[in-house]
C-alpha cells in the first residue's frame, strides 16, 4: 500500500483546509485508515480514524465538530476537512492505513495556523 497525501498549507486562524490522502497498491486489504499529526518537539497523535466498510469514525477531543474525515472508495481517497483552524493544529499531518498484518504511512503534509 502506498499513501500520498495533498492540501496542506498555510491559513490563517479561522480558517479552513482539506487534506488529501490517495492509496494505491493492495487497497482492498485496508481495515481502517487514518489521520495523524505531529507538532515541532510533540509525538505523534491521532487525529481522526474511518474504518472501511461501516464507515465508522473517531475523532480525537481536540478536533471534534471541527475535523470531518471521510472517504472515497472509487477514488481510493481519503479525506480531512479541517474548518475552524487554531494555531495549536500547526503540524504536520500524516496518514496511515491499517492492514491485518501492518500499518502504512504517507509522507506528510505540513500545516500552519497563524494567529
Known amino acids: 500500500v502506498q499513501l500520498v497525501e495533498s492540501g496542506g498549507g498555510a491559513v490563517q486562524a479561522g480558517g479552513s483546509l482539506r487534506l488529501s490522502c490517495a492509496a494505491s497498491g493492495s487497497t482492498f486489504s485496508i481495515n481502517v485508515m487514518g489521520w495523524y499529526r505531529q507538532a515541532p518537539g510533540k509525538q505523534r497523535s491521532l487525529v481522526a480514524t474511518?474504518?472501511?466498510?461501516?464507515?465508522?469514525?473517531y475523532y480525537a477531543n481536540s478536533v471534534k465538530g471541527r475535523f470531518t474525515i471521510s472517504r472515497d472508495n472509487a477514488k481510493n481517497t481519503m479525506y480531512l476537512q479541517m474548518n475552524s483552524l487554531k494555531p495549536e493544529d500547526t503540524a504536520v499531518y500524516y496518514c496511515?492505513?491499517?492492514?491485518?498484518?501492518?500499518?502504512?504511512w504517507g509522507q506528510g503534509t505540513q500545516v500552519t495556523v497563524s494567529s
Open positions: 474511518i474504518r472501511t466498510g461501516r464507515d465508522s469514525t
Open positions: 496511515k492505513a491499517e492492514t491485518w498484518s501492518r500499518g502504512y
